[in-house]
């Protein structure tokens, strides 16, 4: 059941508004047990419900890390592996906010001699098992429900420092490139921490795809890397190859 549940939300998610009908017939089930199943996603928080038809959650406020975690996990594991690769020992990393980061802070475990500056809870607390890791952490107001440190101190606290690489994520992009947060927050210290590095890296699933979020955040232009795990849209991937950067998926 809980399974089950955690593939209708993925699917909604991933391919939009479906039918509690198509639904029940891509499952196996009954279309009261969809029923059933789709009101406690509701109630979650996680889906809407519309006349028969079930839709992803249009929020304002990014939803919770919990929520973000499990939407297209595997995804986001297939995007951490890639970014891992690319990645050598001995390097400076911003790490910033966001789910699909702390998959890649657990797959750092062979990379020896890293320094890793974060405001992300979840990134530091996954490294702080690695052996060969030295890690700063970010001093501020923390975002409870989400557990990044934000706000100015994070914005004055990646301005103290350089490093070789800053890797982020963002809440949506549109079909033109152009990136999305949840609030201006966010926006600020990602800013920061692409000013104080030589390589930006954009990790990016394919849920956030032709999507859109109240704070504009750059455009995907701006990044010298960007992982994803689908193929970016042509005219997307030949702009990014245009101004030199480089996309990766599998």
């Keep these: 059941m809980y399974q089950r549940r955690h593939q209708i939300t993925e699917r909604v998610n991933n391919e939009g508004r479906t039918s509690v009908q198509q639904l029940a017939k891509h499952f196996g089930v009954s279309v009261q047990t969809i029923r059933n199943d789709v009101r406690v996603l509701v109630q979650q928080g ?3 419900r519309n006349h028969g038809e079930v839709l992803p959650f249009p929020h304002r406020e990014n939803i919770s890390y919990d929520q973000r975690r499990i939407r297209n996990e595997p995804g986001k594991a297939l995007i ?3 970014c891992a690769e690319q ?3 001995f390097q400076t990393l911003f790490m910033g906010t966001g789910s699909t980061l702390a998959e890649l802070a657990a797959r750092l475990g062979e990379h020896k001699g890293l320094q890793v500056i974060t405001n992300n809870l979840h990134v530091a607390n996954r490294l702080c098992e690695h052996p060969d890791c030295a890690l ?4 501020g107001r923390v975002r409870l429900r989400d557990r ?3 706000g100015g101190d994070a914005l004055r606290f990646f301005k103290r420092y350089r490093a070789d690489t800053a890797i982020t994520s963002v809440g949506a992009m549109d079909a033109n490139g152009q990136l999305f947060d949840f609030n201006d927050d966010e926006v600020m210290a990602r800013e920061a921490m692409l000013e104080q590095s030589r390589l930006r890296v ?3 699933d394919s849920s956030k795809f032709d ?3 109240p704070c504009h955040a750059g455009h995907i232009e701006d990044y010298d890397l960007v992982v994803t795990d689908k193929p970016l849209p042509q005219p997307l991937l030949a702009r990014v ?3 030199g950067g480089e996309a990766l998926s599998p």
């Excluded at 700063?136 to 001093?139: D, E, Q, S, V, Y």
Aim: with cysteine; glycine share 12%; hydrophobic share 65%.
């Design 136 to 139: 700063t952490l970010a001093g």
């Design 87 to 89: 990645l050598g020992g």
């Design 46 to 48: 996680l889906l809407l």
């Design 202 to 204: 954009l990790l990016l």
């Design 211 to 213: 999507c859109y979020a």
């Design 80 to 82: 951490a592996e890639l």
């Design 148 to 150: 990044d440190v934000i």
């Design 241 to 243: 190859i245009a101004k």
